[in-house]
């Protein structure tokens, strides 16, 4: 068997292009969708993250701010471009780069920002929304996941998924929106006891832990769906997932490859959350909540 390959790519353009129906419809009704993102200290990554969001938003004729401020900058200093930002009317969906310098609670800052202009979905109000199934703003990886198995027609409902990884960004609302699916949801960590059994035992593996090829062929379900969500650097330098991709390919029915499949889903949904904190914030559109 050799694994269907989800082109995350050609799905982001796909999705992209609706919703630039929706943020073209308020544009013609004199709101444009506008996004911020606060980037602290000189990290090469989120310089590369934040460049692409920016990118992102300018393809779709959004209009976004992209805020520099240096790595000493003091919390006094960032909560008040974060209230700044929430009282900017053009400002509908702000984000704040993470990781953050140690000095500064991320927690807190998350919190400061408006929940209907929380885009990246970490605002408490948010969380708990998620775990009702309300939220409009479902963290974006995790949500760029949802709408990537969709578009390839994945079953989801009545389906074992086990999510690998119990991270707040990913594991945990990854595994909520599973759940609000249908799906039979298995949450595990690096930790879990004879991890590859209940990884052998799903129908969908979600990889979200943070370690380089850590989810190899002989933990996955033949034909079983697998997500690769990790992001990491070889000994090589090379950029690899959290699948072992040549082992696991040979097993599994699909797979997402590192670089190409979940990352360009994580800025689509960013952009899908922005337009929909526009409508929802212009009063433009009466249900604006996410699908």
Sequence with gaps: MTAQIIDGKAIAQQVRAEWKIRSDKLIAQGVTPGMAVIIVGNDP??????????????????????????????????????????????????????????????????????????????????????VTGETPFPSCTPYGVMVMLEKTGIQIEGKHAVVVGRSNIVGKPMALLLLHKNATVTICTSKTVDLAKHTRDADILVAAVGKPNFITGDMVKPGAVVIDVGIN?????KLVGDVDFASVSAVAGFLTPVPGGVGPMTITMLIANTVRAAERLSGLVKHADAE
Excluded at 233 to 237: A, K, P
């Design 45 to 130: 990554a989120s310089k590369v993250y934040v460049a692409n969001k920016v990118k992102a938003c300018a393809e779709l004729g959004l209009y976004s701010i992209h805020v520099e401020m240096p790595a000493d900058t003091s919390e006094a200093a960032l909560l008040a471009e974060v209230d700044a930002l929430n009282k900017n009317p053009a400002i509908h969906g702000i984000l704040v780069q993470l990781p953050l310098p140690g000095h500064l609670d991320a927690h807190k800052v998350i919190e400061a920002i408006n929940p209907d202009k929380d885009v990246d979905g970490f605002h408490q109000m948010n969380v708990g929304a998620l």
């Design 233 to 237: 650097r070889n000994s090589d330098g």
